[in-house]
């Protein structure tokens, strides 16, 4: 399996199929970060789709180890974009609860395959979307890019603009309030 980097190398060359397998690889876990930050998933797609097109059009020079990062960061500076521009139209409406919990936290609990996990698992996904959802959005962007999609705190500090320090420190000061929202929902233990 070929890494990003010699995918992205390969396209640049003319595969054109790998350009469609970083697109598969990546389009699903990026669709879920931009759904986090728009919360709208008909948005989220487009904005996708659109992150896409700069990447795979326009041909970037991308630093070795950085594909998912530089992704990452236009995807982000797309949204960006987009929410200013619903906000000046006033169509930006209050975040709307995703009903079956994709893509969000499926660590949560343990995967038996029982009906009861199954309930318990959704429930506190559930709880715990509720809870990034009541957090700082900069403490929620960061929990997202670390444990969400996988990112390092490099790729991270890049998406974001800031330093790696910053990133450790928004984790950390988002780590608190998500554990002091959970705990208002009643979940103590660890997630």
Same mark, same amino acid.
């Given at each position: 399996?070929?890494?990003?980097?010699?995918?992205?190398?390969? $396209?640049?060359?003319?595969?054109?199929?790998?350009?469609?397998?970083?697109?598969?690889? &990546?389009? =699903?876990? @990026?669709?879920a970060y931009l759904n986090a930050f728009l919360k709208n998933m008909e948005d989220a797609e487009d904005l996708m789709l659109?992150? /896409?097109?700069?990447? @795979?059009?326009?041909?970037p020079k991308i630093g070795e180890g950085c594909f998912r990062a530089y992704? &990452?960061?236009?995807?982000?500076?797309?949204?960006?974009?987009l929410w200013r521009k619903k906000v000046k139209q006033s169509e930006f409406f209050?975040?709307? =609860?995703?009903?079956?919990?994709?893509?969000?936290?499926?660590?949560?609990?343990?995967?038996?395959?029982? +009906?009861?996990?199954? /309930?318990? %698992?959704?429930?506190?996904? &559930?709880?715990? %979307?509720?809870?990034?959802?009541?957090?700082? +959005?900069? $403490? %929620?962007?960061? @929990?997202?890019l670390i444990y969400g999609t996988g990112l390092n705190y490099e790729q991270a500090a890049g998406v974001l603009g800031c330093s790696r320090k910053r990133v450790d420190n928004l984790l950390l000061n988002g780590r608190r309030?998500?554990?002091?929202? @959970?705990?208002?929902?009643g979940i103590t233990h660890n997630v």
């Open positions: 399996m070929l890494n990003d980097d010699e995918l992205y190398k390969n $396209y640049l060359e003319g595969n054109k199929a790998c350009g469609d397998e970083l697109m598969l690889r &990546y389009a =699903d876990s @990026l669709t659109e992150t /896409f097109t700069v990447i @795979l059009v326009d041909k992704l &990452y960061k236009v995807a982000r500076h797309k949204a960006c974009r209050a975040p709307q =609860d995703d009903e079956d919990g994709e893509n969000v936290m499926e660590n949560v609990a343990s995967e038996s395959g029982q +009906p009861e996990d199954e /309930f318990l %698992r959704g429930e506190l996904g &559930y709880t715990v %979307r509720k809870c990034l959802n009541i957090i700082a +959005p900069q $403490y %929620r962007e960061a @929990l997202w309030a998500l554990k002091a929202e @959970l705990a208002k929902e």
